[in-house]
């Protein structure tokens, strides 16, 4: 729209889309361009121009036919035709290529026909960008001046013939379907402008993105408080940290104080301090009170009677003007925001959704898309069928998003649902960026009061089979531990083969215990682990307690027992007594053999009261199961058992054949001591290995040694201290004989320090394989930054198992301790979040969906390949 500042016109341009220029030869088109390049108002690489293109495809710009024999005037006439039909060609690709990125792109060439002119106007309503028109109306006789100085004059029969077209097409131009039409005369004063995308805005100091509020009032004030806002003497909400917040739409309808709250959103607004997108109920608000024909229904209704009561109360003319103020409040709001750092685009809000290609831009399409998301239809009790449109999303952006309430915040493929169904009795969700952090208040009731409310349905849906569509290219999870962490497609896929091959059901598979890392390698030459690098470690973090583990050499499993089979329906869609898997999601016994550990272990608990105790429907545990032949029969016999019998024959021949050759005068002392040495390694070796081996009949000499108690029903316990999960462990010890305690030393004092070097060194020379060394605390930070949740110090003698039997001679030592170990620190931090993560969602009964997706993430770590010995 044509603006007019201290008597001059001022024709703004678009951000982006096409601006095609309408005249006849001389009427300065090109001319007009090349002084806003000039002004630095128009970049030369924002024009097209026809001219251009014809000299890029066919070496000229323009071809003189006239004067010419009929012959060769056709053909000349021809060519030129074919030259401008080519140029074309090649010109509207680039533009459609510029509009595909949102460019901003000035057509110059006559454009005399509505015909050429309605091509742009298609194309920028492909890409979801406005058209306009600049239509220079210059009169014939300067047109015709002009000619007479142009290098190649068009001549005068041809200039008159497009200035009489020109005047023709002015007539319906209009009506042609252009955003905006501007007619330039000539010498007319007027300044071009360029206008920045209303869409963007700097991330600054950070932003609060609200979900849904439909009209709960108190519960978005309680959570602004938790936020850090609070009034100002305008009443405004503000931030001591400068910070904004946004609406992700539908701040009224179907609550109990929609008015306050459409109110509260436009006085912010209003004031700077706040930005509110567009939604489907904002939409359909808006349209009724504009005075539109529109069904009030979903919780609109409550809108309207909210409405006639505020008329009742403060008259007709009150209403009058606040129906007014909403109206153009909500007719004004934008379809999406883009939040940009340094120029670039961070994080897209948006109602219900969005599209790569529609991020940016403005359009019909594009507004609708955004109210209403990705549909297809209605299902059999009339609600939208909606489609999952973020498994399309791969340009980048978060995109946070409401509309489709979820029982919590859901995190695919870098998009973020914070609409947790306040309204109907869940929560009110904000997003704080760049934190990345949720901040929740729970609804004070069902305000909706919907039977068949989106929170009843997905409870119902709970154990509906994930969409792998959303993960096998690769995804992000939302862990409060650790963040957003991602996962990449190529390790998603192998995880996915083995999840739908081989493991547990996905009920089940509930926790996958995260790997740990060993230490930096010891300052000591004889050492390749020693704890001091662990404590070392730890006290460099600012832990000052500390707990050693007696490390076993068993299986790591994971037990998750419940009360009965009829507790278990709530959890996992199905009656049983319980599960017991390997950290890769195994069954670790055969079926029978695992349905008699798990009544057994059901008649201990009961029998000493434990359920009832605890007031718990289930049991989850960590544990290691012993003897490790158990899981590793072949592994021992192909890797261990054949080597260690191999290498001691062998070195006992080579040995005997040495000292043959010794007792005949030959030297070979060196020799002799070397093999003997080596002798010695292979059998350490075979009794490294053997240690760990026990033959076992059924259950006798089956044990399991529980180190984390996960959870109870209801409850996790990863904020409890180690010292509390190995007590009660001793508590599991004593409820039934196929449990075992785990031996453990608190470290305070460097004494204390002493005594579990001390510990380790006895208890790994007599073959065991070692000790792991927490912080007090499962999870423990360093400032924001998660510490390693474990370290793992195994002794001399059990590497040997994992290094070979000859790793302790110096040249082998010296080239192990350039090992790097920043790989397996990260995945143990990332499988420990997501560990924790999914036993969270797990308890909480969240859909089976969410809880995979943490699973998943945690098995795809372990197909990103890292050295399997550390």
């Known amino acids: 729209m044509t603006e007019r500042q201290q008597g001059q016109r001022v024709i703004p341009f678009p951000h982006g889309g096409i601006i095609v220029l309408v005249g006849p030869s001389n009427s300065g088109k090109t001319t007009l361009l090349r ?24 070496d000229i710009d323009y071809v003189e036919w006239k004067g010419r024999p009929r012959e060769e005037a056709d053909i000349v006439y021809n060519d030129y035709q074919k030259l401008s039909k080519l140029a074309f060609e090649a010109m509207n690709t680039i533009v459609g290529m510029r509009c595909r990125l949102g460019r901003l792109t000035v057509v110059d060439a006559t454009h005399l026909l509505p015909e050429y002119r309605a091509k742009y106007i298609e194309l920028a309503a492909k890409h979801d960008l406005p058209c306009a028109a600049w239509v220079l109306d210059v009169p014939e006789q300067i047109l015709l001046e002009r000619d007479k100085g142009r290098e190649q004059p068009r001549g005068r029969q041809r200039v008159k013939a497009q200035y009489a077209q020109f005047r023709r097409s002015l007539r319906g131009m209009r009506e042609e379907g252009f955003e905006f039409t501007y007619f330039l005369k000539a010498e007319e004063d007027v300044r071009f402008i360029r206008k920045e995308n209303p869409l963007l805005l700097d991330i600054g100091a950070g932003f609060d993105v609200i979900g849904d509020i439909h009209g709960c009032y108190d519960e978005m004030l309680e959570l602004l408080g938790q936020l850090g806002y609070t009034p100002d003497d305008e009443g405004l909400f503000r931030h001591p940290d400068g910070r904004t917040l946004i609406s992700a739409g539908d701040v009224m309808s179907r609550g109990p104080k929609s008015l306050e709250t459409l109110s509260f959103w436009k006085q912010h607004c209003d004031a700077g301090a706040a930005r509110m997108i567009d939604s489907n109920h904002g939409w359909k608000i808006a349209r009724y009170l504009d005075g539109r024909s529109v069904t009030l229904s979903h919780g609109d209704e409550k809108f309207a009677a909210e409405l006639a009561q505020y008329a009742r109360d403060n008259g007709d003319g009150a209403a009058d003007a606040f129906k007014k103020e909403m109206k ?122 919907d039977p068949d409310s989106p929170l009843i349905r997905w409870e119902r849906g709970r154990f509906a089979p994930p969409n792998l569509r959303k993960f096998v290219e690769g995804y992000s999870v939302m862990t409060e531990a650790y ?184 030297d070979v002392s060196g020799w002799v001591q070397e093999m003997e040495e080596k002798l010695k390694n292979a059998r350490v070796f075979r009794e490294a290995f053997q240690k760990y081996c026990w033959d076992v009949s059924g ?65 790994t020379e007599d073959g065991h394989e070692g000790i792991v060394i927490k912080p007090e605390v499962f999870i423990t930070r360093n400032g924001k930054s998660m510490i390693q949740p474990a370290v793992k110090v195994r002794g001399r003698k059990y590497l040997h198992i994992i290094y070979g039997m000859d790793y302790l001679q110096p040249e082998h030592l010296a080239r192990l301790k350039q090992r790097k170990t920043g790989k397996k620190e990260r995945h143990a931090l990332m499988e420990c979040a997501l560990s924790a993560e999914s036993v969270e969602r797990f308890i909480r009964k969240e859909p089976v969906e969410r809880v995979h997706e943490c699973v998943l993430a945690a098995l795809a770590l372990e197909s990103d390949p890292v050295d399997p010995r550390l």
Request: glycine share 8%; aromatic share 10%; hydrophobic share 40%.
């Open 35 to 58: 002084r806003l390049v000039e002004e630095g108002t128009l970049l030369q690489t924002e024009i097209v121009s026809s001219d251009d293109y014809r000299t890029l495809v066919g």
């Open 483 to 666: 963040g957003e962490l991602s996962v990449r497609g190529e390790f998603v896929k192998a995880a996915i083969d083995t999840v739908s091959h081989f493991t547990v059901p996905l009920e089940e598979l509930v926790y996958i215990p995260p790997t740990m890392s060993p230490p930096a390698v010891s300052a000591d030459e004889a050492y390749l682990e020693h704890p001091r690098e662990a404590f070392d470690y730890f006290r460099a973090q600012g832990v000052q307690k500390m707990i050693a583990e007696k490390k076993h050499m068993g299986s790591r499993a994971v037990l998750l027992l419940f009360r009965d089979a009829g507790a278990a329906v709530s959890y996992v869609g199905r009656p049983t007594l319980g599960t017991i898997y390997t950290r890769t999601g195994r069954s670790f016994f055969d079926s029978a053999t695992e349905a008699e550990v798990l009544s057994r272990l059901n008649a201990d608990l009961h029998a000493a009261g434990y359920f009832v105790k605890h007031s718990t429907d289930l049991l989850l545990l960590d544990a290691e199961i012993i003897p490790w032949n158990l899981k590793a029969r072949e592994l021992i016999a192909t890797q261990y058992a054949h080597v260690a019998e191999a290498a001691q024959m062998d070195r006992e021949h080579l040995l005997e054949k040495l000292k043959e050759a010794e007792q005949a005068g030959r």
């Open 328 to 449: 153009q409040f909500l007719l004004s709001a934008p379809s999406h925001l883009v939040l940009c750092s340094n120029g670039v685009r961070r994080v897209v809000v948006a109602h219900a959704g969005i599209r790569d290609e529609y991020i940016g831009k403005q359009s019909r399409r594009i507004s609708d898309f955004c109210r209403y998301g990705d549909t297809e239809g209605t299902d059999g009790s009339g609600k939208p069928v909606r489609k999952e449109w973020y498994v399309e999303h791969d340009s980048g952006e978060l995109i946070v998003w409401g509309h489709d309430p979820r029982p919590y915040p859901a995190v695919v493929k870098n998009t973020i649902n914070i609409d947790q169904g306040a309204v109907f009795g869940g929560a009110l969700t904000a997003y704080r960026y760049p934190e990345g952090q949720f901040v929740s208040v729970k609804a004070q009731q069902d305000y909706a009061g």
């Open 699 to 763: 259950l006798e000499g089956v044990r399991i040694a529980p180190f984390h108690t996960l959870a109870h029903s209801g409850q996790s316990y990863f904020d409890h201290s180690h010292l509390w999960h190995m007590e009660h462990n001793r508590e599991l010890a004593g409820v039934s004989p196929l449990f075992m305690e785990t031996e453990y030393r608190i470290i305070s004092s460097e004494a204390d320090e002493a005594e579990v070097i001390r510990w380790w060194e006895e208890m």
